[in-house]
């Protein structure tokens, strides 16, 4: 007999959904203050270093939006697909492709440009992320080949191919050695919203994102689909649901939505292509999607929180020389302390010895 | 004559490439075995591969650093097992929790240690074997890792279909819950098999920063941990099928290199595609046959476990 055990609740603790993610930030903080004090430095210094300093002001806000806009775009598409039991776990090499794609038509129009280049870019970096999430799409229902391996794999691929562009096709011809682009003419370039910070029109693409998420999932035929096909299959089956099609859906809408990402990032903050695009936007992601409880409000939140993490960790590495490292580490876990806390939501805990069976 | 002289290193080079692989590829069968779908493999081998390299430069001794890789990788496995074995955690998604905190970890471990050159591993060197043309070089003059890895399979083969806790440790990926009934300890059972895949992670980086590309680079086992993972399903969870498929991903990393050593004008960076390639055209050459799949995947792989429940 164990001291402590999980007993079964009858229901799941709608409370508990909204509490654990709480409890993991909690918990992450404190593992921070533990991690910081070991490190040998000041935890309560170092934590405001971290997760305080860097928005106490108008730019540190505006990079929180600029950060929170990739992930929340990437997030929403993930967590679409989550729900239906699809693990894209491509969103970073989604994000690229649109990058790829969306800025190559800059640098194809580039000094002929127009008021039509960014909606195409637009266009242009959804197409070319949904074509990179087609590919495991199609592998897995033609082949049965599993989404979560094919997707990554595909990350690294873009990740190469990427590279090769902007040592070869895609180095700007006036440059130097340097692997990098022109950079983008005004056409190409995303609008900035907020004078005096780096927000620009992606910010309202990744909240249109959210609300047409929650639009699909909350008010649609092929959300109720996706919602029944991630619990229970074999029912979506009896039900005569097309299983095929939201694999396709789902994985064709997430890429796109990274590469709209993808798209957004060389065509606002970086402004040109280079071969660092991302730190890691679509692996975190995911863990956005499951802080945001796969919902697109929680995921708005949850991105919020996570930008807060990059930026923090640059913040803390020019303050106090803290590793830049720390960021992954919080990501990592903070989601490990989500994970474990939701067994809350289906679990009760008890101590002591088992009682009398009611 | 010219090509006969290449043939020797190239496999020798094949076999070391594909030696990472087949420490983390065949840990990781064991965990699948046993029912559990860990996908944190990449994260364990990074962690493994930074503490053995930090252990063996601040105490100069390989087997130590061997050793507390092997120990590093087991404990950072503890975390997965806890989440998903005893908090019932979803496998999927605490394994890419596992990678994302491997990552980061390992860079921070890893700071003080970027750019220390380490000299790697001995050479065997048996008179008369070691000297023969073409193989000798391949088959008898590389590291003892290399060998323990190979060593590794046969036992892992006994392990699972010759004795009495590897007929358990099948039954549990089989029917967990029949093997309950039976009083197997469920839980147990899978908990040390997964602190077994992570040590065998934990050889497979550390093999990589001691030995193989004897330094400490972020996040340098670049996806081997996922392609030891598509290795498993490729082997049909079986042990020396598994060897197969490393030889044969340790034969694309080597052949990339040669190409461009034999000056053919292709980027480099398309040529390091190849094993990513070929491993997707792997896994679907090998899925396609879905009964094939189901006949030989555990049948609780990924399913949750909860006694009382």
Not at chain 1, 100 to 128: D, R, S, T
Not at chain 1, 157 to 180: N, Q
Not at chain 2, 268 to 278: E, G, I, R, T
Request: some cysteine; aromatic content about 10%; hydrophobic content about 55%.
């Amino acid at each position: 007999m164990s001291l402590i055990r999980l007993e079964p609740r009858g229901q799941a603790s709608k409370t508990m959904v909204y509490v654990t993610p709480l409890l993991a930030v909690a918990l992450t903080l404190l593992s921070g203050f533990i991690l910081f004090m070991a490190m040998g430095f000041d935890p309560l210094k170092a934590l405001y270093s971290f997760f305080v300093a860097p928005v106490t002001s108008v730019r540190g806000v505006g990079e929180l939006v600029v950060k929170a806009t990739p992930l929340t775009l990437c997030a929403v598409g993930l967590a679409i697909g989550f729900r239906a039991n699809v693990w894209n776990i491509g969103a970073e090499g989604q994000l690229t492709l649109g990058a790829i794609a969306g800025g190559g038509l800059a640098l194809a129009f580039y000094g002929e440009g127009g008021w039509w280049l960014l909606p195409l870019m637009v266009i242009g970096g959804a197409i070319g992320g949904a074509a990179w999430a087609a590919v495991p799409a199609f592998l897995r229902l033609r082949f049965n080949a599993s989404e979560i391996l094919t997707s990554l794999m595909l990350n690294y691929v873009a990740l190469l191919l990427l590279s090769y562009l902007v040592h070869g096709p895609y180095r700007d011809p006036d440059g130097f050695a340097f692997p990098e682009s022109r950079l983008f003419e005004a056409d190409a370039t995303l609008p900035i919203l907020w004078a005096g910070t780096r927000v620009h029109l992606g910010a309202l693409f990744a909240l249109a994102a959210v609300a047409g998420g929650w639009l699909l999932i909350a008010r649609t035929f092929i959300g109720f689909q996706i919602k029944v096909i991630g619990l229970t299959p074999a029912a979506a089956g009896y039900a005569g649901f097309d299983q095929k099609r939201i694999v396709w859906l789902t994985l064709l809408l997430s890429g796109a939505l990274a590469g709209i990402a993808g798209m957004g990032e060389v065509a606002g903050p970086i402004g040109q292509i280079t071969a660092s695009i991302s730190p890691g936007y679509g692996y975190t992601a995911i863990i956005v999607a499951f802080l945001g409880r796969l919902h697109p409000v929680g995921i708005l939140l949850a991105a919020l929180l996570m930008a807060l993490s990059f930026i923090g960790g640059e913040a803390a590495q020019i303050a106090m020389g803290l590793p830049k490292a720390i960021t992954g580490v919080f990501q990592g876990m903070l989601l490990f302390f989500l994970l474990a806390s939701d067994v809350l939501i289906r679990y009760r805990v008890r101590f002591g010895a088992r009682r009398a069976a009611a | 004559m010219n090509d006969l002289a290449l043939i020797g290193p190239i496999l020798a080079a094949m076999f070391a490439a594909a030696t990472p692989l087949l420490f983390a590829a065949l840990g990781e069968l064991v965990v699948e075995k046993s029912g559990v779908l860990n996908l944190g493999v990449e994260g364990m081998m990074l962690v493994g591969a930074v503490c053995g390299f930090a252990v063996t430069v601040r105490t100069g001794s390989p087997i130590t650093g061997f050793v507390v890789a092997a120990l590093a990788g087991a404990a950072t496995a503890s975390l997965f097992a806890v989440l998903t074995l005893f908090l019932l955690a979803n496998q999927v998604a605490t394994g890419l929790a596992l990678t994302l905190f491997g990552v980061g970890l390992s860079a921070l471990i890893g700071q003080g240690f970027v750019g220390i050159p380490l000299e790697g591993l001995p050479k065997l060197h048996i008179p008369g074997l070691t000297d023969l043309p073409v193989v000798g070089q391949a088959l008898f003059g590389q590291d003892i890792m290399v060998y323990l890895a190979v060593a590794a399979v046969p036992l892992v083969h006994l392990f699972l279909y010759r004795t009495r806790a590897g007929l358990v440790l099948r039954a549990v990926g089989e029917n967990h819950t029949a093997a309950h009934a039976l009083g197997y300890k469920v839980l147990r059972i899978r908990f040390f098999a997964v602190l077994f895949g992570g040590a065998m992670a934990g050889l497979g980086g550390a093999f990589l920063s001691m030995d193989y590309t004897p330094m400490w680079a972020e996040n340098m086992t670049s996806g081997r941990g996922w392609i030891a993972l598509a290795l498993v399903v490729f082997a049909t969870w079986k042990p020396v099928r598994a060897m197969l498929g490393a030889w044969l991903f340790g034969g694309v990393t080597i052949l990339q290199l040669h190409v461009q050593g034999l000056g053919i004008d292709v980027p480099s960076q398309l040529l390091s595609m190849l094993p990513y390639l070929a491993t997707v055209l792997v896994l679907v050459l090998i899925s396609r046959d879905v009964a094939r799949i189901r006949l030989n995947a555990p049948a609780c792989l990924g399913k949750l476990f909860h006694p009382d429940a």
